[in-house]
């Protein structure tokens, strides 16, 4: 074999190779940038608050444990009323409109919003939903702008 010749053969087989090793590194990226957008929640889909059951404005919690004010105990057995999405009354002798929808509490408690001041917020849509189907109410994102914060 002539040296021409073996130099068209190691630049064929160097371009070879350097082509496998783009494709390669093409596909890694790839895969990464998808394993990491599902990671953190890019591929989820949106949830629709539209399809969640019918908001009821004005009802009563009967046989709730309720937090007190001051934070520091349990006010057991209590009655919530809630007007127009507002609490009205709480107490465990307080009058209940007549034909309002009621829910029973037993067992159960009522705390106000909590707050996670240090969360991350990816690219899911549905973070914040998952926070307040967990009782958060309110958020400060570490991963924003500061114009942001």
């Known amino acids: 074999m002539k040296a021409g010749e073996m130099r068209k053969w190691i630049v064929r087989i160097v371009l070879g190779v350097a082509a496998v090793m783009m494709v390669g590194a093409v596909s890694s990226y790839l895969f990464i940038d998808r394993e990491l957008t599902r990671m953190y929640g890019g591929l989820t889909e949106v949830a629709d608050p539209a399809l969640s059951k019918e908001s009821m404005d004005s009802y009563a919690i009967f046989h709730v444990n309720v937090l007190a004010p001051e934070g520091d105990r349990f006010l057991p057995d209590q009655i919530v009323t809630i007007r127009d999405g507002e609490i009205r009354s709480v107490g465990d002798s307080t009058t209940v409109p007549r034909g309002i929808p009621s829910l029973v509490g037993r067992d159960m408690y009522l705390v ?34 500061p114009v942001n914060l």
């Open 112 to 145: 106000p919003g909590f707050t996670d001041s240090h969360v991350h917020l990816w690219e899911s849509e549905n973070d914040l939903l998952l926070y307040v189907a967990n009782g958060v109410t309110q958020v400060r994102d570490m991963n924003s702008l």
